[in-house]
Nanobody, 128 residues
């Protein structure tokens, strides 16, 4: 079992930055693919970024060039650095972990339901 806790959310003006942290406890996350998702009111949960167990990042089209995902396995955490924030980035941001049996170092889930553990979310609000 892995317990994930997000922190670092808050309110910021457009163009500003926030740094979200996902802290993990319980089982190690060093062999887990990690993801950040977000959900705005009335919308489906949307992929923001993922990072493989081997450290390879990928991003949703709406955040490419503005957000950076990284992982610190020694401290059991995953960071999402968000720059040049826009009002449309406003959402609850969730951290998730997936333990993949095939090529675990280089794979990420292709479907949201493949994630094994989720955090409770942290609110990000960007004002114009």
């Amino acid at each position: 079992q892995v317990h994930l806790v997000e922190s670092g959310g808050g309110s910021v003006q457009a163009g500003g930055s926030l740094r979200l942290t996902c802290g993990a406890s319980g089982d190690t996350i060093c062999m887990a693919a990690m993801g950040w998702y977000r959900q705005a009111p009335g919308m489906a949960r949307e992929l923001v970024a993922t990072v493989t167990a081997g450290g390879v990042p990928s991003y949703g089209d709406s955040v490419k060039g503005r957000f950076t995902i990284s992982r610190d396995n020694a401290r059991s955490r995953v960071i999402l650095q968000m720059d040049s924030l826009k009002p449309e980035d406003t959402a609850v941001y969730y951290c998730a972990a997936a333990y993949i049996s095939t090529a675990p170092m280089w794979s990420v889930p292709s479907e949201i339901y493949e994630y094994d553990f989720w955090g409770q979310g942290t609110q990000v609000t960007v004002s114009s």
